[in-house]
């Protein structure tokens, strides 16, 4: 990690004492920048002659002489060219996403829109064709009264046709599928076929007869127009309301942490299936931390023993020494009592490990607490204290709670997803807004979704899919498919909702009466 938090010793007073020069230096001019402000500042005047608006009224926190042996320094690589592994992980993401256009997210999209516009434009162009006289053909009759209210209603028919087809089809893709979608291929192949059938009679009947009767014309042109549309509804059905009535129970566990969660979901393929689970994935689930989940193992916990004789295999056994025999069993009978106690061990460890949590979680929320009573937004004339605007306040109220929010990180096991800046930039756009400490810790108090972890994030995500079915099929009662990403993997149970048989009875009036019973021994 390229980011370090260091944090200067108590302890060894010979090299304190040897740096203690370098270290007082070092601190007043820290504290000179945080709290030596020059009194030019003071006064903050706008062009008019008035006080600037949206300006931050802050009281300088005093610094306590340990600030020097409390800072968090933050230190970047050894020298101007040595290479870090947060510069080699931003490089690994800025090629990834720089790499050109992927075929096969894109493949599909591009067919369905070179298949739509051209079903789109043939009804226009059958209307078109008979006035240019091509081929011999002379220009059709003229269009009566009747034929104009048909190209107005054809008009408007192929406007809301616009529109739907934008809305449902032309839009970016959520996921890259391995197996085709089969309702979407059967739309398109329902448009290939009526498009082709259309131009084929289009060209036999009305294009070789030369037909001169134009409302003819444009009431085949129409029908295409009709038939469109209930493509267009039928497309409606299979790809956004059959999915909607939940059927199926799904269970999405994480491992190597184990946490899950149920959802509802409609009749989907296992594909599609699998890309909805990643979804609520990406909401619901908290950021996984490899560093927290190592830290709360057991370590050094020895359960068995293996022995060697260096000196050759003895067979027979009564040659053995009777003193290696006496000290072989007392130390298994020790590592046996270690097992049988190993659980209270692992409980006791994580209650401690929960207890210092919340005692650094209170000390990080009353020095949060603190440090914003200390900031208030000036309502337009100048206060007593010194206007900042909200990067400078930032700068001035942050080293108040450094020291309690690097505690709480470092035992959450979350320095390595924060950096100095992120936080800074995080705390100046809080105190923008006028948002509270309970506000601005939140980000830090949980993990968070994994949607929010901007370490990780990243415009496209690579999982991959195991499944022992047909991936193009539709979800099961008892249908199991795994997904894996590096260490996480997502193990997904989906079980049918059972049929609900609900009965009626009917209470009799008569029977629907009580008795008091009275014995000596109650009370009332």
């Known amino acids: 990690m390229d980011v370090e938090s260091v944090k200067s010793g108590r302890s060894d007073r010979s090299e304190r004492s040897h740096r203690s020069g370098g270290h007082r230096h070092r601190r007043s001019r820290s504290r ?5 402000i020059p009194d030019d500042r ?46 080699m992980t931003r490089m690994t993401k800025d ?61 408007f028919k192929l406007l809301i046709l616009l529109i739907g087809t934008w809305a449902l089809f032309f839009r970016k893709p959520k996921a890259t599928m391995p197996r085709v979608f089969i309702f979407r291929a059967l739309i398109m192949f329902l448009i290939f076929v009526l498009t082709f059938a259309f131009w084929l009679f289009y060209g036999v009947r009305i294009f070789k007869e030369k037909q001169q009767n134009y409302y003819r014309v444009v009431l085949f042109s129409v ?40 959802y509802n979901m ?32 057991l370590q050094n916990k020895m359960t068995g023993f293996k022995f060697y004789d260096v000196d050759g295999v003895n067979k027979n056994p009564t040659d053995q020494n009777p003193q290696v025999t006496t000290r072989s069993r007392a130390i298994f009978a020790a590592a046996a009592r270690r097992r049988d106690t190993s659980h209270n061990i692992r409980f006791y460890e994580e209650e401690e490990y929960a207890r210092r949590v919340r005692k650094r979680r209170a000390r990080l929320m009353t020095a949060a607490e603190e440090a914003f009573s200390h900031i208030k937004r000036m309502a337009g004339e100048q206060g007593p204290a010194i206007p900042m605007d909200p990067q400078e306040s930032a700068q001035a109220v942050f080293p108040s709670m450094a020291r309690a929010l690097q505690k709480y990180l470092r035992i959450t096991r979350q320095q390595p997803r924060y ?3 992120s936080i800074m930039n995080h705390l100046a756009v809080c105190i923008c807004h006028d948002m509270g400490p309970k506000a601005f810790l939140e980000k830090y108090l949980t993990q968070g979704p994994i949607i929010q972890n901007e370490r990780e994030y990243r415009k496209t995500q690579p999982w991959v899919l195991i499944c022992d079915q047909l991936l193009s099929r539709a979800v099961e009662h008892g249908t199991i498919f795994n997904l894996r990403q590096g260490e996480v993997s997502l193990l997904c149970s989906i079980r049918k909702i059972p049929h609900f048989s609900v009965t009626e009875e009917v209470i009799n009036p008569k029977t629907n009466k009580f008795v008091l019973k009275l014995q000596s021994e109650t009370s009332v």
């Open 32 to 36: 000179d920048k945080i709290m030596r």
């Open 42 to 87: 003071s006064t903050v005047i706008s062009g008019d002659g008035h006080a600037e608006d949206e300006r931050i009224e802050v009281q300088i926190l005093p610094q306590d002489d340990n600030w020097g042996e409390n800072t968090t320094a933050i230190t970047g690589a050894t020298s101007e060219t040595a290479f870090s592994m947060e510069d």
């Open 95 to 155: 090629m990834e996403d720089s790499i050109g256009l992927d075929c096969s997210r894109y493949a599909g999209t591009i067919v369905s829109g070179i298949l739509g516009v051209l079903a789109f434009l043939s009804p226009i162009a059958m209307v078109i064709i008979p006035k240019l006289g091509i081929d011999g053909w002379t220009e059709a009759g003229p269009c009566d009264p009747e034929c104009e209210g048909v190209l107005i209603s054809f008009a």
């Open 223 to 262: 029908s295409l127009v009709d038939a469109l549309l209930f493509i267009h509804y039928l497309a409606i059905i299979l790809l956004e309301i059959r999915q909607l009535q939940p059927q199926y129970t799904v269970k999405i566990c994480r491992s190597p942490d184990g946490e899950a969660h149920f």
């Open 266 to 297: 409609g009749q989907l393929s296992i594909q599609r299936a699998a890309t909805w689970c990643l979804e609520q994935y990406y909401k619901d689930f908290q950021t996984y931390n490899p560093y927290l989940e190592a830290a709360s193992r």
């Open 419 to 421: 950096t100095m800046e």
